[in-house]
């Protein structure tokens, strides 16, 4: 089945640093990703569509400047943290269609930012 | 935008009973996905089922579109089956979660 791999699985950052998170669909093509940030016992919140080979499309209220996503090639998508600060803490997951409709989850990266 | 309501939100089960979980949304979707995230946090994906019916060992899945709402069934729970159960509808290309069931099974 689809695999979707999401790197890294636990990171620690100090804050004003950036930390980059992957996320690669191993067996498929994947035009479309999308990116979720869950905080804790909380529901996901889709924050932005990633979009191969065109500019990442946010939601509303999610800083495009904090959050740089970069869509280069049909198997790889990067969600950049910029300038993190401790309430940039959270995880993150990653997510892309399969051909039958579903959708298929990263692990997931949980950001402690210190 | 589309609302989605998982209840009840939080389950205690003893090993080995049944137990059903719903998901009410507000609007006609294109699909609708059950999940399971782990202690660990990795969400995975239990079924895929924008209608219907379909069955996975113990699981088991029923969307009615036209009354918006999915049931999942988990028969004779596993201490491994605790976790927080998400169900999330897609429209337009976008997905939206209720705020998930946790259940808690124990030995």
């Known amino acids: 089945g689809a695999v979707v791999s999401q790197h890294p699985s636990r990171v620690i950052c100090k804050s004003g640093t950036s930390v980059k998170i992957e996320c690669r669909s191993l067996?498929?093509?994947?035009?479309?990703m999308f990116w979720y940030r869950q905080f804790p016992k909380k529901s996901l919140m889709l924050m932005a569509t990633?979009?191969?080979?065109?500019?990442?499309?946010?939601e509303q209220g999610v800083e495009k400047d904090k959050f740089l996503i970069n869509h280069a090639s049909l198997t790889l998508s990067t969600l950049t943290v910029t300038s993190a600060h401790p309430e940039d803490s959270s995880f993150y997951i990653c997510?892309?269609?399969?051909?039958?409709?579903?959708?298929?989850f990263g692990s997931g990266t949980r950001l402690t930012v210190v | 935008g589309i609302q989605v309501e998982q209840s009840p939100p939080d389950l205690i089960l003893q090993e080995g009973a049944n137990s059903t979980l719903r998901c009410n949304f507000s609007d006609s979707v294109n699909n609708l996905q059950w999940f399971h995230q782990n202690p660990w946090g990795q969400l995975i994906n239990l079924f895929y089922i924008p209608s219907g019916t379909k069955q996975n060992g113990r699981l088991s899945a029923t969307t009615v579109a036209t009354e918006r709402y999915s049931l999942l069934y988990i028969s004779s729970s596993q201490t491994t089956d605790s976790g927080v159960y998400f169900c999330a509808v897609i429209n337009a290309g976008k997905s939206t979660f209720g705020d998930g069931t946790t259940l808690t099974v124990k030995p």
């Open positions: 997510s892309a269609r399969q051909q039958g409709g579903g959708y298929t």
């Open positions: 067996d498929f093509q994947a035009t479309t």
């Open positions: 990633s979009n191969e080979g065109s500019k990442a499309t946010y």
